[in-house]
Structure formats: structure tokens, C-alpha cells
């Protein structure tokens, strides 16, 4: 398992973690408005779009996690 474990996982999860943000970014609405962007904008697309969101994130700190060593 110390092939898992190499020290490029930190990079990869702030390399994620910079992909999610940008893209967080650019799916909010402008002016800050309540109105959806037209990717999210039918029935249900948060939950499409918001599910592999936070598995996402979730994975980035993972990542991040195992490359400081907190879940060795």
C-alpha cells in the first residue's frame, strides 16, 4: 500500500480542490441574483450537479488527507 501513499496526493487534491472552485465559480449566477445559470437551471439539476460536487470535494480532502499523513 506505499504506492498509494507517495506524497503527489496533496497536489492532486489542491489541484481538484482549484478545478471544483473555478467551476463553482463559473455555475453561480452573475450579479449575484437568485437565478440559475442555464446548465442548473431544470428540475432537479442541483441534484445532479451538486452530488458529484461533493463527492468531489470530499475526495480532494481525502487526498489531501493521506498526503499529510492524518489517515495513515
Avoid: Q
Avoid at 6 to 27: C, D, K
Avoid at 42 to 68: E, R, S
Amino acid at each position: 500500500m506505499g504506492w498509494l501513499v507517495g506524497g503527489g496526493e496533496i497536489i492532486l487534491g489542491v489541484v481538484i480542490l482549484v478545478g471544483l472552485g473555478f467551476l463553482v465559480a463559473v455555475l453561480r449566477p452573475p450579479g449575484g441574483t437568485l437565478e440559475p445559470r442555464r446548465i442548473v437551471s431544470f428540475p432537479g439539476a442541483w441534484i445532479i450537479v451538486g452530488l458529484p460536487l461533493t463527492f468531489a470535494f470530499g475526495t480532494a480532502i481525502a487526498l489531501i488527507a493521506v498526503g499529510t499523513g492524518i489517515l495513515r
